[in-house]
């Protein structure tokens, strides 16, 4: 979409950093998902394997304690950082991005017999990125009472 190396598109250039971003966003939060919550699941799957040691070792207890405390604690950690849901509103608009991109390289519809599709694809860009920051900050400004 560049018209050339010493005059790039600034339409182009955003939506394409728009991309970028938004992936990267989502490629973060979708790892570190998955990074919390496994290591959630293995210590809750360790608590009961290490219960049938208690009376051979006394400081299992303490042990599964320390585990219980674990999965407190990253259980608090997805639930204050999102992950799972920026992860997947990141990935949303992302691919909503990457379709408008398409549709105008291709002058496919909604581009097509427009008398200025760029100025429409740029509006149609500002329009997803600014739903989403919206949104984001609606979900950060929620009272605390609503969120649990």
């Given amino acids: 979409m560049m018209r050339g190396v010493a005059d790039p598109d600034p339409i182009s250039a955003r939506l394409d950093d ?3 971003w938004y992936e990267r966003k989502s490629t973060f939060n979708q790892n570190s998902y998955k990074r919390v919550k496994t290591l959630e699941i293995f210590a809750a799957a360790a608590i009961p394997f290490l219960s049938a040691f ?9 042990v599964i304690g320390a585990l219980g405390a674990l999965i407190t604690f990253l259980e608090g950690m997805l639930q204050l950082n999102q992950y799972q849901q920026n992860w997947i ?15 105008y390289l291709a002058n496919a519809t909604p581009y097509a017999g427009l008398a200025d599709p760029r100025a429409f694809l740029a509006e ?10 919206a949104k984001w900050s609606a979900t950060q400004l929620r009272p605390a009472k609503e969120t649990s």
Avoid: N, P
């Fill in 18 to 20: 728009q991309i970028d």
């Fill in 54 to 62: 208690v009376e051979k070792h006394s400081y299992m207890v303490w």
């Fill in 89 to 103: 509103s990141f990935r949303g608009v992302c691919e909503a991005l990457k379709r408008e991109k398409y549709l």
């Fill in 124 to 133: 149609r860009v500002e329009t997803l990125v600014s739903q989403e920051q």
